[in-house]
């Protein structure tokens, strides 16, 4: 039984050592391993964005310190029904670090999306 292609289609396209070498530095920039992804990607859109995403893993660990922070309030207000104002402030002190970053990123991004 033939497995049907997602793309039937072959193209062949010659290059010479130079422009080879070109391709392969500017698919190691984008962060492309797949010739064949880099050159489909590059013909439909004319363009490879590659986006650095470690501020959004640090803004995603801080927002799991947040959660697992606020779990543990609410465990200790609806365990024994109350909580000291010091656990609310440190929670309002990791919100504000969490979501000053976030805006940061939310503006580098919608600048990146006006390109």
Request: with cysteine; proline share 3%.
């Amino acid at each position: 039984m033939t497995k049907k292609r997602r793309r039937p289609v072959h193209l062949h396209v010659m290059v010479s050592e130079e422009e080879q070498a070109l391709i392969r530095e500017r698919m190691a920039e984008a962060g492309i391993r797949n010739m064949g992804a880099y050159m489909r990607k590059m013909a439909l859109n004319g363009y490879v964005l590659h986006v650095d995403l470690s501020p959004v893993r640090e803004l995603v660990s801080l927002q799991r310190r947040c959660s697992n922070n606020l779990n543990q309030v609410a465990i200790q207000a609806n365990t024994y029904g109350g909580i000291y104002p010091e656990e609310i402030a440190a929670l309002q002190r990791d919100y504000a670090a969490l979501w000053g970053p976030l805006s940061d990123l939310l503006e580098r991004l919608s600048a990146v999306v006006e390109l």
